[in-house]
Protein backbone atom coordinates (compact mmCIF):
# COMPACT_ATOMS: atom_id res chain seq x y z
CA UNK A 1 0.00 0.00 0.00
CA UNK A 2 1.32 3.66 -0.64
CA UNK A 3 1.73 5.29 2.87
CA UNK A 4 -0.23 8.06 4.44
CA UNK A 5 0.77 11.20 4.45
CA UNK A 6 0.62 13.04 7.84
CA UNK A 7 -1.86 10.75 9.38
CA UNK A 8 -4.49 11.17 6.43
CA UNK A 9 -4.75 8.46 3.58
CA UNK A 10 -3.38 9.84 0.30
CA UNK A 11 -5.90 11.46 -2.54
CA UNK A 12 -6.40 9.63 -5.37
CA UNK A 13 -4.35 12.46 -6.81
CA UNK A 14 -1.53 11.81 -4.70
CA UNK A 15 -1.74 7.58 -5.29
CA UNK A 16 -0.97 9.00 -8.79
CA UNK A 17 1.45 11.66 -7.93
CA UNK A 18 3.62 8.85 -6.35
CA UNK A 19 2.53 6.15 -9.00
CA UNK A 20 4.28 9.14 -11.65
CA UNK A 21 7.71 9.28 -9.86
CA UNK A 22 8.01 5.65 -11.23
CA UNK A 23 8.18 6.55 -14.21
CA UNK A 24 11.32 6.67 -16.30
CA UNK A 25 11.82 8.07 -19.80
CA UNK A 26 12.63 6.10 -22.82
CA UNK A 27 11.63 3.01 -20.70
CA UNK A 28 11.24 0.11 -23.59
CA UNK A 29 7.58 -0.98 -21.34
CA UNK A 30 6.05 2.35 -22.09
CA UNK A 31 3.58 2.86 -25.30
CA UNK A 32 5.67 4.45 -28.57
CA UNK A 33 2.36 6.15 -29.52
CA UNK A 34 0.04 8.39 -26.84
CA UNK A 35 -2.55 7.15 -24.52
CA UNK A 36 -4.89 9.34 -22.25
CA UNK A 37 -6.19 7.28 -18.88
CA UNK A 38 -8.81 9.18 -16.62
CA UNK A 39 -9.20 7.25 -13.60
CA UNK A 40 -12.54 8.09 -11.41
CA UNK A 41 -13.26 7.06 -8.03
CA UNK A 42 -16.28 8.09 -5.68
CA UNK A 43 -15.86 11.54 -4.04
CA UNK A 44 -12.13 11.63 -5.51
CA UNK A 45 -10.95 14.66 -7.74
CA UNK A 46 -10.96 12.52 -11.11
CA UNK A 47 -7.64 12.57 -12.76
CA UNK A 48 -5.96 11.40 -15.82
CA UNK A 49 -2.79 10.81 -17.30
CA UNK A 50 -1.21 10.97 -20.49
CA UNK A 51 1.32 8.64 -21.22
CA UNK A 52 3.99 8.06 -23.88
CA UNK A 53 7.67 6.84 -24.03
CA UNK A 54 9.03 9.46 -23.43
CA UNK A 55 6.45 11.47 -20.80
CA UNK A 56 4.23 10.82 -18.03
CA UNK A 57 1.77 13.56 -17.52
CA UNK A 58 -0.78 14.24 -14.74
CA UNK A 59 -4.04 16.50 -15.26
CA UNK A 60 -7.42 16.84 -13.97
CA UNK A 61 -10.54 15.99 -14.94
CA UNK A 62 -11.03 13.61 -18.27
CA UNK A 63 -11.62 16.38 -20.96
CA UNK A 64 -9.25 14.31 -23.40
CA UNK A 65 -9.01 10.90 -21.63
CA UNK A 66 -9.52 8.14 -24.07
CA UNK A 67 -9.66 5.29 -21.81
CA UNK A 68 -11.70 5.41 -18.92
CA UNK A 69 -11.33 3.31 -15.50
CA UNK A 70 -13.82 3.54 -13.09
CA UNK A 71 -13.45 1.95 -9.59
CA UNK A 72 -13.17 2.57 -5.37
CA UNK A 73 -10.28 4.41 -4.04
CA UNK A 74 -9.27 1.00 -2.06
CA UNK A 75 -9.42 -0.66 -5.23
CA UNK A 76 -6.69 1.52 -7.23
CA UNK A 77 -4.74 2.15 -4.17
CA UNK A 78 -4.30 -2.16 -3.77
CA UNK A 79 -3.52 -1.94 -7.70
CA UNK A 80 -0.98 0.52 -7.62
CA UNK A 81 0.95 -1.32 -4.63
CA UNK A 82 3.41 -3.77 -6.65
CA UNK A 83 3.71 -5.53 -3.28
CA UNK A 84 0.36 -6.38 -3.15
CA UNK A 85 -1.36 -9.67 -3.38
CA UNK A 86 -3.32 -11.26 -6.38
CA UNK A 87 -3.08 -7.64 -8.07
CA UNK A 88 -5.05 -9.90 -10.97
CA UNK A 89 -7.91 -10.68 -9.16
CA UNK A 90 -8.49 -7.06 -8.70
CA UNK A 91 -8.70 -6.15 -12.75
CA UNK A 92 -12.83 -7.83 -12.90
CA UNK A 93 -13.43 -5.47 -10.44
CA UNK A 94 -12.54 -2.70 -12.46
CA UNK A 95 -14.98 -1.21 -14.99
CA UNK A 96 -13.15 0.45 -18.23
CA UNK A 97 -14.86 2.47 -20.59
CA UNK A 98 -14.98 1.72 -23.77
CA UNK A 99 -16.00 -1.93 -22.85
CA UNK A 100 -13.27 -3.20 -25.34
CA UNK A 101 -13.04 -7.31 -25.34
CA UNK A 102 -8.89 -5.93 -25.08
CA UNK A 103 -9.33 -4.13 -22.24
CA UNK A 104 -7.01 -6.02 -20.15
CA UNK A 105 -3.89 -5.35 -22.68
CA UNK A 106 -4.98 -2.01 -22.48
CA UNK A 107 -4.76 -1.75 -19.24
CA UNK A 108 -1.09 -3.62 -19.02
CA UNK A 109 0.08 -0.65 -21.22
CA UNK A 110 -0.59 1.74 -18.28
CA UNK A 111 0.97 -0.85 -15.45
CA UNK A 112 4.48 -1.89 -17.66
CA UNK A 113 5.15 1.89 -18.04
CA UNK A 114 5.45 2.46 -14.28
CA UNK A 115 6.89 -0.78 -13.17
CA UNK A 116 3.41 -2.12 -11.77
CA UNK A 117 3.00 -4.91 -14.56
CA UNK A 118 0.82 -7.82 -12.98
CA UNK A 119 2.66 -11.33 -14.21
CA UNK A 120 -0.37 -13.53 -14.38
CA UNK A 121 -2.66 -10.93 -15.95
CA UNK A 122 -4.71 -12.63 -19.05
CA UNK A 123 -4.28 -10.29 -21.58
CA UNK A 124 -5.93 -12.31 -24.51
CA UNK A 125 -9.07 -10.40 -26.11
CA UNK A 126 -12.10 -11.80 -24.93
CA UNK A 127 -15.12 -13.71 -27.19
CA UNK A 128 -17.04 -10.22 -28.65
CA UNK A 129 -20.14 -10.61 -30.62
CA UNK A 130 -21.20 -6.77 -31.17
CA UNK A 131 -21.73 -3.83 -31.54
CA UNK A 132 -18.46 -2.16 -30.98
CA UNK A 133 -18.61 0.85 -27.93
CA UNK A 134 -19.27 4.54 -28.80
CA UNK A 135 -16.02 5.93 -26.82
CA UNK A 136 -16.96 8.48 -23.90
CA UNK A 137 -17.97 11.62 -24.66
CA UNK A 138 -16.42 14.52 -22.45
CA UNK A 139 -18.58 15.25 -19.68
CA UNK A 140 -20.43 12.12 -19.69
CA UNK A 141 -17.88 9.91 -17.94
CA UNK A 142 -18.09 12.34 -14.81
CA UNK A 143 -21.76 11.15 -14.40
CA UNK A 144 -21.70 10.00 -10.20
CA UNK A 145 -24.93 8.37 -10.78
CA UNK A 146 -23.93 5.75 -13.46
CA UNK A 147 -22.47 3.86 -10.46
CA UNK A 148 -24.10 4.05 -7.63
CA UNK A 149 -26.55 1.31 -6.59
CA UNK A 150 -29.66 1.09 -4.99
CA UNK A 151 -29.93 0.98 -0.79
CA UNK A 152 -33.71 0.32 0.29
CA UNK A 153 -35.74 2.66 1.58
CA UNK A 154 -39.30 2.44 2.80
CA UNK A 155 -41.61 4.20 1.07
CA UNK A 156 -43.72 7.34 3.24
CA UNK A 157 -46.77 6.89 3.15
CA UNK A 158 -49.65 9.97 2.16
CA UNK A 159 -50.09 11.64 4.96
CA UNK A 160 -52.08 15.44 4.87
CA UNK A 161 -50.32 16.52 8.31
CA UNK A 162 -46.85 16.08 6.79
CA UNK A 163 -47.36 18.42 3.65
CA UNK A 164 -48.25 22.24 2.98
CA UNK A 165 -52.02 22.58 3.86
CA UNK A 166 -53.63 25.33 1.51
CA UNK A 167 -56.04 27.62 3.27
CA UNK A 168 -58.30 29.13 0.89
CA UNK A 169 -61.70 30.00 2.17
CA UNK A 170 -63.83 30.37 -0.37
CA UNK A 171 -62.80 27.48 -2.46
CA UNK A 172 -62.80 24.34 -1.07
CA UNK A 173 -62.94 22.50 -4.81
CA UNK A 174 -59.15 23.99 -4.75
CA UNK A 175 -58.76 22.26 -1.38
CA UNK A 176 -59.84 19.05 -3.10
CA UNK A 177 -57.96 18.38 -6.38
CA UNK A 178 -54.82 19.31 -4.21
CA UNK A 179 -55.61 16.60 -1.67
CA UNK A 180 -56.86 14.13 -4.41
CA UNK A 181 -53.54 14.95 -6.43
CA UNK A 182 -51.22 14.10 -2.89
CA UNK A 183 -53.35 11.03 -2.77
CA UNK A 184 -52.83 9.66 -6.28
CA UNK A 185 -49.21 10.71 -6.10
CA UNK A 186 -48.59 8.74 -3.40
CA UNK A 187 -50.07 5.67 -4.40
CA UNK A 188 -47.55 5.91 -7.54
CA UNK A 189 -44.44 6.16 -5.47
CA UNK A 190 -42.23 3.17 -6.38
CA UNK A 191 -38.93 1.50 -5.00
CA UNK A 192 -36.37 0.60 -7.63
CA UNK A 193 -37.35 -3.35 -9.21
CA UNK A 194 -33.59 -5.28 -8.21
CA UNK A 195 -33.25 -5.79 -12.25
CA UNK A 196 -33.85 -2.53 -13.27
CA UNK A 197 -30.66 -0.60 -12.22
CA UNK A 198 -32.31 2.30 -10.93
CA UNK A 199 -30.64 3.59 -7.79
CA UNK A 200 -33.53 6.17 -6.09
CA UNK A 201 -37.19 5.66 -4.67
CA UNK A 202 -39.58 7.33 -7.36
CA UNK A 203 -42.53 8.28 -8.87
CA UNK A 204 -44.22 6.63 -11.46
CA UNK A 205 -46.45 8.16 -14.10
CA UNK A 206 -48.98 5.23 -13.97
CA UNK A 207 -49.30 5.21 -17.76
CA UNK A 208 -47.64 1.72 -18.69
CA UNK A 209 -44.72 -0.41 -17.86
CA UNK A 210 -41.83 2.60 -18.26
CA UNK A 211 -40.87 5.92 -16.77
CA UNK A 212 -41.12 8.83 -19.26
CA UNK A 213 -38.29 11.72 -19.30
CA UNK A 214 -40.40 14.76 -19.55
CA UNK A 215 -43.51 13.43 -17.61
CA UNK A 216 -40.95 12.89 -14.70
CA UNK A 217 -39.39 16.52 -15.19
CA UNK A 218 -42.70 18.06 -14.28
CA UNK A 219 -43.38 15.42 -11.59
CA UNK A 220 -40.73 16.58 -9.72
CA UNK A 221 -41.96 20.35 -10.47
CA UNK A 222 -44.97 19.48 -7.65
CA UNK A 223 -42.53 17.05 -5.49
CA UNK A 224 -40.45 19.68 -4.32
CA UNK A 225 -43.73 20.66 -2.28
CA UNK A 226 -43.46 17.10 -0.36
CA UNK A 227 -39.83 17.18 -0.14
CA UNK A 228 -39.50 16.33 3.72
CA UNK A 229 -41.22 12.84 2.70
CA UNK A 230 -39.55 12.37 -0.48
CA UNK A 231 -36.64 13.57 -2.74
CA UNK A 232 -38.93 13.75 -5.90
CA UNK A 233 -35.64 14.71 -7.87
CA UNK A 234 -34.51 10.61 -7.19
CA UNK A 235 -36.86 9.99 -9.94
CA UNK A 236 -33.97 12.63 -12.49
CA UNK A 237 -31.41 9.77 -10.66
CA UNK A 238 -32.58 7.14 -12.48
CA UNK A 239 -32.46 8.19 -15.87
CA UNK A 240 -29.07 9.91 -15.12
CA UNK A 241 -28.11 6.57 -14.05
CA UNK A 242 -28.71 5.27 -16.96
CA UNK A 243 -26.96 7.59 -19.36
CA UNK A 244 -25.02 6.07 -22.65
CA UNK A 245 -20.87 7.02 -22.42
CA UNK A 246 -21.76 9.52 -25.26
CA UNK A 247 -24.12 11.39 -23.56
CA UNK A 248 -27.57 9.75 -24.30
CA UNK A 249 -30.39 9.53 -22.04
CA UNK A 250 -33.30 7.55 -23.46
CA UNK A 251 -36.68 9.29 -22.72
CA UNK A 252 -38.73 6.08 -22.06
CA UNK A 253 -37.08 3.44 -19.45
CA UNK A 254 -39.12 0.27 -18.50
CA UNK A 255 -39.16 0.22 -14.70
CA UNK A 256 -38.73 -3.50 -14.25
CA UNK A 257 -35.58 -4.18 -16.66
CA UNK A 258 -34.40 -1.22 -16.67
CA UNK A 259 -33.76 -0.90 -20.42
CA UNK A 260 -34.40 1.27 -22.76
CA UNK A 261 -37.24 1.62 -25.40
CA UNK A 262 -35.46 2.86 -28.25
CA UNK A 263 -32.25 2.86 -29.76
CA UNK A 264 -30.57 6.17 -29.86
CA UNK A 265 -30.51 7.14 -33.19
CA UNK A 266 -34.52 6.28 -33.44
CA UNK A 267 -36.25 9.82 -34.28
CA UNK A 268 -38.38 9.26 -31.16
CA UNK A 269 -35.95 8.28 -28.87
CA UNK A 270 -35.37 11.23 -26.92
CA UNK A 271 -36.44 14.44 -25.50
CA UNK A 272 -37.40 16.91 -24.78
CA UNK A 273 -34.35 18.45 -23.86
CA UNK A 274 -35.72 20.08 -20.46
CA UNK A 275 -33.48 18.45 -17.33
CA UNK A 276 -31.80 21.38 -17.09
CA UNK A 277 -34.38 23.97 -16.49
CA UNK A 278 -36.01 21.25 -14.16
CA UNK A 279 -32.79 21.78 -12.37
CA UNK A 280 -32.60 25.04 -12.10
CA UNK A 281 -35.93 25.72 -11.37
CA UNK A 282 -35.69 23.26 -8.45
CA UNK A 283 -32.45 24.84 -7.29
CA UNK A 284 -34.51 27.81 -6.79
CA UNK A 285 -36.20 26.18 -4.11
CA UNK A 286 -33.95 24.05 -2.92
CA UNK A 287 -30.87 26.04 -2.86
CA UNK A 288 -28.62 22.52 -3.23
CA UNK A 289 -25.56 23.27 -4.72
CA UNK A 290 -23.94 20.22 -4.34
CA UNK A 291 -26.64 18.54 -6.57
CA UNK A 292 -26.06 21.22 -9.48
CA UNK A 293 -22.42 20.02 -9.13
CA UNK A 294 -23.32 16.55 -9.24
CA UNK A 295 -25.40 16.45 -12.34
CA UNK A 296 -24.16 19.42 -14.47
CA UNK A 297 -21.48 17.34 -16.54
CA UNK A 298 -24.26 14.95 -17.05
CA UNK A 299 -26.65 17.94 -18.94
CA UNK A 300 -23.71 18.89 -20.48
CA UNK A 301 -22.65 15.98 -22.24
CA UNK A 302 -26.42 15.03 -22.66
CA UNK A 303 -26.66 18.71 -24.32
CA UNK A 304 -23.65 17.81 -26.64
CA UNK A 305 -25.53 14.34 -27.79
CA UNK A 306 -28.18 16.89 -28.95
CA UNK A 307 -25.92 19.00 -30.71
CA UNK A 308 -24.58 15.70 -32.72
CA UNK A 309 -27.61 13.48 -33.24
CA UNK A 310 -30.44 16.12 -33.18
CA UNK A 311 -29.58 18.48 -35.61
CA UNK A 312 -29.74 19.44 -39.69
CA UNK A 313 -26.32 20.33 -41.27
CA UNK A 314 -27.05 23.87 -41.01
CA UNK A 315 -26.82 22.97 -36.89
CA UNK A 316 -30.74 23.48 -36.77
CA UNK A 317 -32.59 20.88 -34.37
CA UNK A 318 -35.37 18.43 -35.19
CA UNK A 319 -37.30 16.06 -33.05
CA UNK A 320 -40.30 13.91 -34.04
CA UNK A 321 -44.14 13.47 -32.44
CA UNK A 322 -43.07 11.07 -29.77
CA UNK A 323 -39.87 13.02 -29.05
CA UNK A 324 -41.30 16.09 -28.52
CA UNK A 325 -43.31 14.70 -26.23
CA UNK A 326 -46.63 16.39 -28.41
CA UNK A 327 -47.38 13.10 -30.09
CA UNK A 328 -49.87 13.20 -32.81
CA UNK A 329 -50.04 17.23 -33.60
CA UNK A 330 -50.52 17.96 -36.97
CA UNK A 331 -48.34 21.07 -37.15
CA UNK A 332 -46.28 18.56 -39.41
CA UNK A 333 -47.38 15.97 -41.70
CA UNK A 334 -46.70 12.25 -40.81
CA UNK A 335 -43.81 12.91 -38.30
CA UNK A 336 -45.08 11.10 -35.23
CA UNK A 337 -41.96 8.91 -35.84
CA UNK A 338 -39.81 11.21 -38.06
CA UNK A 339 -38.35 14.77 -38.32
CA UNK A 340 -39.68 14.94 -41.82
CA UNK A 341 -36.43 17.05 -42.66
CA UNK A 342 -38.24 19.69 -40.66
CA UNK A 343 -36.63 22.01 -37.86
CA UNK A 344 -38.69 22.11 -35.64
CA UNK A 345 -39.81 25.71 -33.04
CA UNK A 346 -40.15 23.67 -29.58
CA UNK A 347 -36.78 21.98 -30.16
CA UNK A 348 -34.87 24.72 -31.18
CA UNK A 349 -36.62 27.32 -27.96
CA UNK A 350 -35.71 24.42 -25.37
CA UNK A 351 -31.96 24.47 -27.13
CA UNK A 352 -31.92 27.90 -26.64
CA UNK A 353 -33.77 27.74 -22.97
CA UNK A 354 -31.24 25.12 -22.12
CA UNK A 355 -27.85 26.90 -23.15
CA UNK A 356 -29.47 29.74 -20.71
CA UNK A 357 -29.78 26.66 -17.69
CA UNK A 358 -26.35 25.29 -18.12
CA UNK A 359 -24.76 28.47 -18.36
CA UNK A 360 -26.52 29.80 -15.35
CA UNK A 361 -25.81 26.67 -13.35
CA UNK A 362 -22.02 27.12 -14.59
CA UNK A 363 -21.89 30.42 -12.87
CA UNK A 364 -23.24 28.61 -9.58
CA UNK A 365 -20.73 26.50 -9.52
CA UNK A 366 -17.58 28.07 -10.87
CA UNK A 367 -16.85 25.79 -13.56
CA UNK A 368 -16.47 27.99 -16.86
CA UNK A 369 -15.38 25.63 -19.66
CA UNK A 370 -18.37 25.87 -21.70
CA UNK A 371 -18.88 28.97 -21.65
CA UNK A 372 -18.06 29.74 -24.94
CA UNK A 373 -19.29 27.15 -26.51
CA UNK A 374 -22.79 27.97 -25.53
CA UNK A 375 -23.12 31.50 -25.68
CA UNK A 376 -22.00 31.01 -29.54
CA UNK A 377 -24.49 28.27 -29.65
CA UNK A 378 -27.09 30.55 -28.05
CA UNK A 379 -26.75 33.35 -30.19
CA UNK A 380 -26.50 31.33 -33.19
CA UNK A 381 -30.16 29.78 -32.34
CA UNK A 382 -31.41 32.86 -31.89
CA UNK A 383 -30.71 34.63 -34.88
CA UNK A 384 -31.68 31.51 -36.21
CA UNK A 385 -35.32 31.20 -35.04
CA UNK A 386 -35.78 34.99 -35.33
CA UNK A 387 -34.44 34.95 -39.01
CA UNK A 388 -36.42 32.01 -40.53
CA UNK A 389 -38.77 30.78 -38.28
CA UNK A 390 -40.92 34.21 -37.27
CA UNK A 391 -43.95 34.90 -39.69
CA UNK A 392 -44.87 38.57 -39.13
CA UNK A 393 -48.07 37.94 -41.12
CA UNK A 394 -49.67 36.14 -38.54
CA UNK A 395 -47.56 36.95 -35.31
CA UNK A 396 -46.26 33.46 -34.63
CA UNK A 397 -43.11 31.25 -34.51
CA UNK A 398 -43.77 27.97 -36.51
CA UNK A 399 -41.72 24.98 -38.01
CA UNK A 400 -39.85 25.16 -40.60
CA UNK A 401 -38.99 22.91 -43.78
CA UNK A 402 -35.87 22.46 -45.42
CA UNK A 403 -37.13 24.71 -48.53
CA UNK A 404 -37.54 27.59 -46.15
CA UNK A 405 -42.09 27.38 -45.66
CA UNK A 406 -43.42 27.81 -42.42
CA UNK A 407 -46.24 25.05 -41.02
CA UNK A 408 -49.34 26.96 -40.69
CA UNK A 409 -49.92 25.03 -37.48
CA UNK A 410 -49.68 27.33 -33.85
CA UNK A 411 -48.31 24.69 -31.46
CA UNK A 412 -48.36 25.83 -27.90
CA UNK A 413 -44.49 24.36 -28.43
CA UNK A 414 -43.32 28.02 -29.61
CA UNK A 415 -43.99 29.35 -25.83
CA UNK A 416 -40.55 27.66 -24.72
CA UNK A 417 -39.59 30.58 -26.29
CA UNK A 418 -41.04 33.25 -23.37
CA UNK A 419 -38.97 31.67 -21.32
CA UNK A 420 -35.76 32.82 -23.31
CA UNK A 421 -34.11 36.13 -23.62
CA UNK A 422 -34.44 35.29 -27.35
CA UNK A 423 -37.65 36.63 -28.74
CA UNK A 424 -37.81 40.36 -29.25
CA UNK A 425 -40.20 42.04 -26.69
CA UNK A 426 -42.94 43.80 -29.92
CA UNK A 427 -42.71 39.28 -30.78
CA UNK A 428 -43.24 38.60 -27.16
CA UNK A 429 -46.41 40.91 -27.20
CA UNK A 430 -47.91 39.38 -30.67
CA UNK A 431 -47.25 36.15 -29.14
CA UNK A 432 -49.41 36.53 -25.92
CA UNK A 433 -52.33 38.20 -28.13
CA UNK A 434 -52.91 34.65 -29.35
CA UNK A 435 -53.05 34.03 -25.85
CA UNK A 436 -56.18 36.39 -25.93
CA UNK A 437 -57.75 35.48 -29.12
CA UNK A 438 -60.50 33.17 -29.16
CA UNK A 439 -59.62 31.86 -32.52
CA UNK A 440 -56.06 30.91 -31.60
CA UNK A 441 -55.61 29.90 -28.15
CA UNK A 442 -58.42 31.52 -25.44
CA UNK A 443 -60.99 28.74 -25.36
CA UNK A 444 -63.27 28.14 -22.48
CA UNK A 445 -60.42 26.07 -20.88
CA UNK A 446 -57.29 27.64 -21.42
CA UNK A 447 -54.68 26.79 -22.92
CA UNK A 448 -55.38 24.47 -25.82
CA UNK A 449 -52.03 22.94 -26.92
CA UNK A 450 -53.02 23.63 -30.72
CA UNK A 451 -54.82 26.62 -31.75
CA UNK A 452 -58.56 26.74 -32.80
CA UNK A 453 -58.16 27.75 -36.26
CA UNK A 454 -55.57 24.96 -36.94
CA UNK A 455 -56.85 22.92 -39.64
CA UNK A 456 -57.80 19.73 -37.66
CA UNK A 457 -58.45 21.27 -33.68
CA UNK A 458 -60.01 18.87 -32.24
CA UNK A 459 -63.30 20.94 -29.48
CA UNK A 460 -62.72 17.43 -27.44
CA UNK A 461 -59.15 17.16 -27.28
CA UNK A 462 -58.00 14.40 -29.84
CA UNK A 463 -54.95 14.07 -27.50
CA UNK A 464 -52.52 16.96 -28.81
CA UNK A 465 -55.14 18.40 -31.45
CA UNK A 466 -56.29 20.51 -29.12
CA UNK A 467 -56.21 19.17 -25.66
CA UNK A 468 -55.31 21.05 -22.21
CA UNK A 469 -52.36 19.54 -20.70
CA UNK A 470 -50.97 20.50 -17.23
CA UNK A 471 -47.07 20.29 -18.43
CA UNK A 472 -47.43 23.06 -21.46
CA UNK A 473 -49.73 25.35 -19.25
CA UNK A 474 -47.61 25.63 -16.51
CA UNK A 475 -45.06 25.84 -18.75
CA UNK A 476 -46.53 29.17 -20.45
CA UNK A 477 -47.63 30.52 -16.97
CA UNK A 478 -43.43 30.36 -15.95
CA UNK A 479 -42.65 32.42 -19.14
CA UNK A 480 -45.66 34.96 -18.66
CA UNK A 481 -44.50 35.10 -15.11
CA UNK A 482 -41.05 35.96 -16.59
CA UNK A 483 -41.78 37.86 -19.07
CA UNK A 484 -44.10 40.85 -16.47
CA UNK A 485 -47.09 39.25 -17.49
CA UNK A 486 -48.60 38.65 -13.74
CA UNK A 487 -52.48 39.32 -14.67
CA UNK A 488 -52.48 37.03 -17.80
CA UNK A 489 -50.99 34.22 -15.50
CA UNK A 490 -53.47 34.78 -12.68
CA UNK A 491 -56.72 34.92 -15.40
CA UNK A 492 -55.59 31.63 -17.60
CA UNK A 493 -54.20 29.77 -13.71
CA UNK A 494 -57.87 30.66 -12.74
CA UNK A 495 -59.70 29.41 -15.56
CA UNK A 496 -57.59 26.21 -15.84
CA UNK A 497 -57.87 25.75 -11.83
CA UNK A 498 -61.79 26.32 -11.99
CA UNK A 499 -61.89 23.62 -15.26
CA UNK A 500 -60.41 21.03 -13.71
CA UNK A 501 -62.41 21.50 -10.13
CA UNK A 502 -65.73 21.27 -12.15
CA UNK A 503 -64.39 18.14 -13.96
CA UNK A 504 -63.52 17.01 -10.47
CA UNK A 505 -66.96 17.74 -9.37
CA UNK A 506 -68.18 15.22 -11.77
CA UNK A 507 -66.15 12.67 -12.34
CA UNK A 508 -63.95 12.38 -8.33
CA UNK A 509 -60.96 12.39 -9.86
CA UNK A 510 -58.43 14.02 -12.11
CA UNK A 511 -57.69 13.16 -15.54
CA UNK A 512 -54.46 13.25 -18.00
CA UNK A 513 -55.52 15.50 -20.13
CA UNK A 514 -58.70 17.97 -20.63
CA UNK A 515 -60.99 19.19 -23.28
CA UNK A 516 -60.69 22.69 -24.98
CA UNK A 517 -64.28 23.87 -25.03
CA UNK A 518 -66.04 22.06 -22.57
CA UNK A 519 -65.66 21.29 -18.37
CA UNK A 520 -65.04 17.55 -19.76
CA UNK A 521 -62.04 15.09 -19.71
CA UNK A 522 -60.26 15.34 -22.96
CA UNK A 523 -60.85 12.30 -25.09
CA UNK A 524 -58.60 10.22 -24.80
CA UNK A 525 -57.68 11.01 -21.29
CA UNK A 526 -55.98 8.53 -18.41
CA UNK A 527 -58.06 8.31 -15.17
CA UNK A 528 -56.29 9.03 -11.99
CA UNK A 529 -53.65 10.73 -13.63
CA UNK A 530 -51.35 11.97 -11.10
CA UNK A 531 -48.56 11.89 -13.42
CA UNK A 532 -47.73 15.62 -14.52
CA UNK A 533 -51.66 16.55 -14.01
CA UNK A 534 -50.33 17.07 -10.31
CA UNK A 535 -49.16 20.53 -10.99
CA UNK A 536 -52.75 22.27 -11.87
CA UNK A 537 -53.65 20.71 -8.78
CA UNK A 538 -50.65 21.28 -6.39
CA UNK A 539 -48.13 23.89 -7.93
CA UNK A 540 -50.88 26.37 -9.52
CA UNK A 541 -53.03 27.12 -6.74
CA UNK A 542 -49.68 27.97 -4.60
CA UNK A 543 -47.61 29.81 -6.69
CA UNK A 544 -50.47 31.19 -9.56
CA UNK A 545 -53.42 31.80 -7.07
CA UNK A 546 -51.85 31.71 -4.09
CA UNK A 547 -49.49 33.20 -5.14
CA UNK A 548 -46.52 32.17 -3.19
CA UNK A 549 -43.25 31.50 -5.36
CA UNK A 550 -39.73 30.94 -4.95
CA UNK A 551 -37.16 32.77 -6.15
CA UNK A 552 -34.01 31.58 -5.31
CA UNK A 553 -33.06 32.75 -1.95
CA UNK A 554 -36.29 35.35 -1.75
CA UNK A 555 -40.02 34.28 -1.43
CA UNK A 556 -42.08 35.99 -3.38
CA UNK A 557 -46.04 36.03 -2.87
CA UNK A 558 -48.24 37.86 -5.13
CA UNK A 559 -51.55 38.32 -3.88
CA UNK A 560 -54.83 38.84 -5.82
CA UNK A 561 -57.47 36.66 -3.70
CA UNK A 562 -59.75 38.95 -2.32
CA UNK A 563 -60.11 35.58 0.41
CA UNK A 564 -57.93 34.32 3.59
CA UNK A 565 -55.84 32.90 1.86
CA UNK A 566 -52.41 31.51 2.26
CA UNK A 567 -50.45 27.97 3.06
CA UNK A 568 -49.01 26.20 6.09
CA UNK A 569 -45.67 23.88 6.17
CA UNK A 570 -44.57 25.90 3.20
CA UNK A 571 -41.10 24.49 2.60
CA UNK A 572 -38.41 26.91 1.80
CA UNK A 573 -34.56 25.53 1.03
CA UNK A 574 -33.69 22.38 2.24
CA UNK A 575 -34.80 23.03 5.99
CA UNK A 576 -37.26 25.67 6.87
CA UNK A 577 -41.28 25.49 7.06
CA UNK A 578 -43.18 28.51 6.91
CA UNK A 579 -46.59 29.33 7.60
CA UNK A 580 -48.15 32.55 5.27
CA UNK A 581 -51.57 33.71 5.81
CA UNK A 582 -53.23 36.47 4.38
CA UNK A 583 -56.60 38.27 5.51
CA UNK A 584 -58.32 40.56 2.93
CA UNK A 585 -61.61 40.91 1.72
CA UNK A 586 -62.28 43.55 -0.91
CA UNK A 587 -59.67 44.12 -3.55
CA UNK A 588 -59.25 47.49 -2.37
CA UNK A 589 -58.57 46.63 1.11
CA UNK A 590 -54.67 46.57 1.96
CA UNK A 591 -53.52 42.91 3.16
CA UNK A 592 -52.40 41.63 6.07
CA UNK A 593 -49.80 38.87 6.50
CA UNK A 594 -48.88 36.81 9.47
CA UNK A 595 -45.68 35.14 8.34
CA UNK A 596 -43.87 32.42 10.48
CA UNK A 597 -40.14 31.42 10.02
CA UNK A 598 -38.15 29.29 11.69
CA UNK A 599 -35.01 31.11 9.49
CA UNK A 600 -34.31 34.54 8.34
CA UNK A 601 -36.09 34.97 5.30
CA UNK A 602 -36.21 37.49 2.44
CA UNK A 603 -39.86 37.96 1.08
CA UNK A 604 -41.04 40.35 -1.70
CA UNK A 605 -44.82 40.95 -1.03
CA UNK A 606 -46.70 42.37 -4.06
CA UNK A 607 -50.41 43.77 -4.76
CA UNK A 608 -51.80 46.07 -6.85
CA UNK A 609 -49.05 47.16 -8.77
CA UNK A 610 -47.24 48.09 -5.23
CA UNK A 611 -44.09 45.74 -4.04
CA UNK A 612 -42.65 45.85 -0.96
CA UNK A 613 -39.52 43.80 0.50
CA UNK A 614 -39.18 42.56 4.24
CA UNK A 615 -36.10 40.76 5.90
CA UNK A 616 -37.55 38.64 8.57
CA UNK A 617 -35.57 37.18 11.51
CA UNK A 618 -36.84 33.47 13.08
CA UNK A 619 -40.40 33.93 14.79
CA UNK A 620 -43.94 35.37 13.40
CA UNK A 621 -44.48 39.03 12.16
CA UNK A 622 -47.65 40.29 11.25
CA UNK A 623 -47.04 42.87 8.07
CA UNK A 624 -49.74 45.31 6.63
CA UNK A 625 -48.88 45.96 3.27
Not at 227 to 234: A, I, K, P, S, W
Not at 424 to 452: C, G, W, Y
Not at 575 to 584: A, F, G, Y
Request: net charge negative; aromatic share 14%; hydrophobic share 35%.
Amino acid sequence: MIAAKNSRPPSLRELFENVLLRFKPNNPSAPAGTFIYGFVALNQDIVSITLNRDHAKLSTGLQNAEYIIYGSYELFNSLLSAEFPNRAGLVSELEMKPAYPFNNYILSIFLNAFDLAIPDLDYRAERFDGPFPFPPRYPAAENPFRFRTSVPVSLPLYESAYLPELIIDDHPQWRAIYSKAWELAFKNLRQPEPASGFINNFIDPAFNANTFMWDSCFMTMFGRYARQNLDFMGTLNNFYAKQHDDGFICREINTFSGTDLYQSLDPRSTGPNILAWTEWLDYQYSGDRHRLQNIFPILVAYHRWWKEWRTHPDQSYWTSGWGSGMDNQSRIPHSEYHHRYFTWIDAMMQQVLNCTMLLNIANEIGRHEFNNELNIEREYLGNYINTWMWDDKTGFYFDVAHDRTLSKTKSIGAYWGLLTDMVPRERVIRMINHLKDPKSFNRPHRIPTQAHDSSVYDPFGGYWLGSVWSPTNYMVLQGLTRQGFQDLAFEIALNHVENIGTVFQNTGTLWENYAPEYAIPGKPAGKDFVGWTGISAINVPIEYLIGVRSDSNTLVWDIRLTERHGILRYPHGLTNNLDLVCDRRTYNERPIVTIRTQQSLTLEIAYSAVSQCFMLEPGEHRLQI
